[in-house]
T-cell receptor, first 111, second 116 residues
Framework: GQQVMQIPQYQHVQEGEDFTTYCNSS?????IQWYKQRPGGHPVFLIQ?????EVKKQKRLTFQFGEAKKNSSLHITATQTTDVGTYFC???????????FGTGTRLQVTL | DGGITQSPKYLFRKEGQNVTLSCEQN?????MYWYRQDPGQGLRLIYY???????QKGDIAEGYSVSREKKESFPLTVTSAQKNPTAFYLC???????????????FGDGTRLSIL
């Protein structure tokens, strides 16, 4: 079954508010990737985290990998309408060779 | 322009019919993947291939088949054994992953399959 869960499933914010999505795994992840899928589009790779406790920033986006490598988060500061879409995490659990995608968080931003 | 091309964009399947979804990449990637996306369920891996003439089942391979005769091509056949084929199908490719890290996956625009 699904080993990588994301919360919330859906979030609706006003433009300018912050947004965070959380990714949780039942097993240790060797690495984690984040993707964004715009409505009607395909997932686009954003970033990969490998080290325990790693933090990376891309403009208004901050990505964290937990110390135990079982969870990760994506935080968007001051959302804009261009941030609309579904954000997926994808991790490599345990000794698996392939990525497992999370269930996704759909972000809606209104003016 | 390098990328992944999936065709057709929309496909309709009749009862008892097999249909084949095309996926071609010119990124010179070794690895290719097929995912199924249903609303609220994220992406689930159907099959993947890390090298030509070799492929492995993913989490939901039943009712599907693939081939990898060329590096550039990884077609997916949805057989009549797949009882609930209506979904959005995404093909992806990447350079080969190592034991420790995975490489970013590049996705095609997808094929929407519906039952008539």
């Amino acid at each position: 079954g699904q080993q990588v869960m994301q919360i919330p499933q859906y979030q609706h914010v006003q433009e300018g508010e912050d947004f965070t999505t959380y990714c949780n795994s039942s097993t240790t992840l060797s690495n984690i990737q984040w993707y964004k899928q715009r409505p009607g589009g395909h997932p686009v790779f954003l970033i990969q985290l490998v080290k325990s406790g790693e933090v990376k920033k891309q403009k208004r986006l901050t990505f964290q990998f937990g110390e135990a490598k079982k969870n990760s988060s994506l935080h968007i500061t001051a959302t804009q309408t261009t941030d609309v879409g579904t954000y997926f995490c994808a991790g490599r659990p345990g000794t698996a060779s392939k990525l497992t995608f999370g269930t996704g968080t759909r972000l809606q931003v209104t003016l | 322009d390098g990328g992944i091309t999936q065709s057709p964009k929309y496909l309709f399947r009749k009862e008892g019919q097999n249909v084949t979804l095309s996926c071609e990449q010119n990124l010179n990637h070794d690895a290719m993947y097929w995912y199924r996306q249903d609303p609220g369920q994220g992406l689930r891996l159907i099959y993947y291939s890390q090298i030509v003439n070799d492929f492995q089942k993913g989490d939901i391979a039943e009712g599907y088949s693939v081939s990898r005769e060329k590096k550039e091509s990884f077609p997916l056949t949805v057989t009549s054994a797949q009882k609930n084929p209506t979904a959005f199908y995404l093909c992806a490719s990447s350079i080969a992953s190592s034991l420790r890290t995975n490489q970013p996956q590049h996705f095609g625009d997808g094929t929407r399959l519906s039952i008539l």
